[in-house]
């Protein structure tokens, strides 16, 4: 079993920048995809951003495409979200996610982070 813990959420104004971190415990991320998924007060949680686990293949919400980026270092164990160019409708928290399948029919959940983006 994984543990998965996020850091870096915070306040920041619109169009400024934050790099999330998903640290992994437990078991190597590269047993599992990896991926980055957020809810909004009010709205149901969505997907944001996935990476293959050998690192070769990320997938990322229309959304944010462009934006954003995943990445994975495995000798940290540890899984990151850059985001760029951020907007007020970013604001949520964001939880890190582990599955052995792409589409995360089951997967391990952190405990989430707070991104705020203010106008």
């Known amino acids: 079993q994984v543990q998965l813990v996020e850091s870096g959420g915070g306040l920041v104004q619109a169009g400024g920048s934050l790099r999330l971190s998903c640290a992994a415990s437990g078991r190597t991320i590269s047993d599992y995809v990896m991926g980055w998924f957020r809810q909004a007060p009010g709205k149901e949680r969505e997907f944001v951003a996935s990476?293959?686990?050998?690192?070769?293949?990320?997938y990322y919400a229309d959304s944010v495409k462009g934006r954003f980026t995943i990445s994975r270092d495995s000798a940290k164990n540890t899984v990151y979200l850059q985001m760029n160019s951020l907007k007020p409708e970013d604001t949520a928290a964001y939880s890190c996610?582990?599955?052995?399948?792409?589409?995360?029919?089951?997967?391990?959940w952190g405990q989430g982070t707070q991104v705020t983006v203010s106008s």
């Open positions: 996610a582990a599955d052995t399948n792409r589409i995360f029919p089951r997967p391990y």
């Open positions: 990476i293959t686990s050998s690192g070769g293949i990320t």
